[in-house]
């Protein structure tokens, strides 16, 4: 019992880093924009991350996260599992906890997969490298896939909006094609992503269709709203400019990065609690285990609670350090991102939102010169991602010789 209370502890601070850094990094650029307050962010994150968490979190989790290693090694010594799964979440969850408080946006996917890497190293686990190889080619494609598509999304923003002689009602007109577009994608990601625990299993046609048909809706909404707004210069001026128009755009996309990330990453935080609880319950190890609402309810809670008590660097980094941001450039990314992954995920790449994010960032900021980004923090960001998974695993390799050499008789 001893055990499994620890490890409840050691998964409810993998939470709590992970909404201190992962959450923090996806609602950074709506804090940078001023789109939200600090306290806006933290709240909307939190029931949105929550909601994900657990409403539509992973029920059912691999006993190894991502597949790395092979659980049946260990069916005839499975403290050797428990012991390695505690090691894996300590040692992610304190790399997090120092990224975090070095204003780093790191992957928590990569952190948990590098520890996970490491056990499955020193027990001599049945690594699987091809998945290793792939995660290391996510470092550049979802970065670089993001990144370009926020480049040529806020190039066409600037050059349809901001360059027009008139750039509130060029926003007010085109606005509704960009709400249909938001719309119909997130609808499009929760279908595909967000909601995989319903089994809403349908068919690309029909998905594109229930997606688009929605999104149609309410881009129509807008068209009406917008027309009329237009017909009143004085408000369209003082209340409908341009960037109040892209403050509602980006702030709904980073609701849905928010739970999405829920509902799709808690397994991050409590994927290898869940293991515990299932070999110290049966005695017997799974290649798949159910994961208990208590499970998710840690996870959850503990996301909420690190956003708020320590998010705000992350924040920091992400919506001023890279570059300046305004609602406009933070929609962008945070539409740019949001496509990335659900395109990567359809096509079987594991790609990091928080790679996603960060690479869109640095497309829109290249879309202003390469004089408005701030190259030192990039440069620390991608170092901080090249060393996330050999670091975790030498954690992971330290703290698990440790607990056989005091707890394993």
């Given at each position: 019992m001893l055990i499994l209370i620890l490890a409840s502890v050691i998964g409810l601070y993998m939470a709590w880093n992970i909404g201190a850094n992962d959450v923090a990094n996806a609602m950074g650029t709506?804090?940078?924009?001023?789109?939200?307050?600090?306290?806006?962010?933290?709240?909307?994150?939190?029931?949105?991350?929550?909601?994900?968490?657990?409403?539509?979190?992973?029920?059912?989790?691999?006993?190894?996260?991502?597949?790395?290693?092979?659980?049946?090694?260990?069916?005839?010594?499975?403290q050797l599992l428990i012991y390695g799964m505690l090691?894996?979440?300590?040692?992610?969850?304190?790399?997090?906890?120092?990224?975090?408080?070095?204003?780093?946006?790191?992957?928590?996917?990569?952190?948990i997969?590098?520890?996970?890497?490491?056990?499955?190293?020193?027990?001599?686990?049945?690594?699987?490298?091809?998945?290793?190889?792939?995660?290391?080619?996510?470092w550049i494609i979802s970065p670089l896939v993001s990144g370009l598509i926020g480049f040529f999304l806020f190039m066409f923003v600037r050059k349809m909006i901001f360059s027009s002689r008139r750039p509130n009602a060029a926003a007010a007109r085109i606005a509704p094609y960009f709400i249909t577009l938001v719309v119909a994608i997130l609808c499009l990601s929760l279908i595909y992503?967000?909601?995989k625990n319903l089994h809403l299993n349908l068919p690309l046609p029909t998905a594109l269709l229930v997606s688009i048909s929605i999104g149609a809706v309410v881009g129509v909404a807008a068209y009406f709203h917008f027309t009329h707004r237009r017909g009143e210069a004085s408000t369209l001026k003082d209340h409908m400019d341009a960037e109040h128009i892209f403050k509602y755009l980006q702030v709904t996309t980073a609701c849905y990065i928010a739970f999405a990330h829920g509902a799709n990453d808690v397994a991050n935080a409590v994927g290898p609690l869940a293991a515990i609880h299932s070999v110290y319950t049966t005695g017997e190890v799974s290649m798949k285990v159910q994961m208990p609402m208590w499970i998710l309810l840690i996870g959850g809670g503990g996301i909420v609670l690190g956003l708020a008590m320590f998010g705000r660097r992350v924040m920091?980094?992400?919506?001023?350090?890279?570059t300046d941001m305004t609602p406009s450039r933070g929609f962008s990314a945070e539409f740019s991102a949001?496509?990335?992954?659900?395109?990567?995920?359809?096509?079987?790449?594991?790609?990091?939102?928080?790679?996603?994010?960060?690479?869109?960032?640095?497309?829109?900021?290249l879309?202003?010169?390469?004089?408005?980004l701030q190259m030192q923090t990039v440069k620390k960001i991608y170092g901080s991602w090249l060393a996330t998974i050999p670091a975790t695993a030498g954690l992971t390799i330290l703290f698990f010789l440790l607990a056989k050499w005091f707890l394993i008789p």
């Open positions: 709506s804090v940078g924009s001023r789109a939200l307050t600090f306290r806006q962010a933290v709240i909307l994150a939190g029931i949105f991350e929550f909601a994900g968490a657990v409403l539509v979190g992973s029920h059912v989790t691999d006993t190894v996260r991502k597949g790395i290693v092979n659980p049946m090694a260990f069916v005839d010594e499975p090691a894996a979440l300590i040692a992610s969850a304190l790399w997090l906890h120092l990224a975090s408080h070095l204003g780093q946006p790191v992957s928590t996917t990569h952190s997969v590098g520890s996970i890497f490491g056990f499955g190293l020193i027990t001599g686990g049945a690594v699987k490298w091809a998945t290793m190889g792939s995660i290391v080619a996510s992503k967000g909601l920091e980094t992400i919506g001023k350090k890279i949001a496509t990335t992954v659900l395109v990567c995920s359809k096509i079987g790449l594991p790609v990091s939102t928080t790679h996603a994010l960060v690479g869109a960032v640095i497309g829109v900021g879309a202003r010169g390469l004089a408005a």
